[in-house]
């Protein structure tokens, strides 16, 4: 099946810095989207991205599908940008919807 | 819209007990999806539906798990018994097609 890596696995970051968090798929896809899971354990739609670029406030993400990867932007970072983040991507096949999760990247903002 | 409802937000029961979790999609949304999350194996996909139909249940762990969707506003994950192992975080997740997926705040479930 289709793989899905993220890096890095772990970004500790000072507030105010940027970042970027990267997403590589094996195969070619017909969605990707970013989540971010908040320290609560929520997981949140930050983008629906298969491809372009898309900006919402102080993150941007951009997705080249013909080279199977996807990046996200932050910004000027913030404490309450801690948690984890997850890119994951659906193929649909005779199994449509599946949508595959990578590993995540792990962030800690810290004040 | 409120976005997607599960109940209960937390469940503790006794190893061999029978265990119900509850998912309310958005309204609209065709595809239902049933994740469980733990820290050793990430996010994966149990099983899922599309309206109201299981399309593919491979993600099932075993005949212990069961899963309904009696209609587009409701579906259940039963464990009966549970054990343990069965402790994890379990997310309802609905999507419209082609659009992208929504979940909701997950329940989490321990086996003692």
């Known amino acids: 099946g289709i793989q899905v890596e993220q890096s890095p696995p772990d970004l500790i970051l000072q507030e105010g810095a940027n970042s970027t968090l990267r997403c590589n798929f094996s195969?070619?896809?017909?969605?990707l989207q970013w989540f971010h899971q908040n320290p609560w354990g929520q997981l949140i739609n930050l983008f629906y991205i298969p491809s372009g670029t898309k900006q919402n406030g102080r993150l941007s993400a951009t997705t080249v599908a013909t080279e199977r990867y996807s990046l996200l932007y932050i910004s000027s970072s913030q404490t309450t940008d801690s948690g984890v983040y997850f890119c994951?991507?659906?193929?649909?096949?005779?199994?449509?919807?599946?949508?595959?999760f990578g590993q995540g990247t792990t962030l800690q903002v810290k004040p | 819209d409120a976005g997607v409802i599960q109940s209960p937000r937390h469940e503790v029961t006794e190893m061999g007990q029978e265990v119900t979790l509850r998912c309310k999609p958005i309204?609209?949304?065709?595809?239902l999806f049933w994740y469980r999350q733990t820290m050793m194996r990430g996010l994966e996909l149990l099983i899922y539906f599309n309206n109201n139909v299981p399309i593919d249940d491979s993600g099932m762990p075993e005949d212990r798990f069961s899963a309904k969707m009696p209609n587009a506003s409701f579906s259940t994950l039963k464990i009966q018994p549970s054990e343990p192992r069965d402790s994890a975080v379990y997310f309802c997740?609905?999507?419209?097609?082609?659009?992208?997926?929504?979940f909701g705040s997950g329940t989490r479930l321990t086996v003692v």
């Open positions: 195969d070619s896809v017909n969605n």
């Open positions: 309204s609209g949304h065709d595809y």
């Open positions: 994951a991507v659906v193929k649909y096949s005779s199994n449509t919807g599946k949508l595959i």
């Open positions: 997740a609905s999507s419209l097609t082609t659009d992208g997926y929504t």
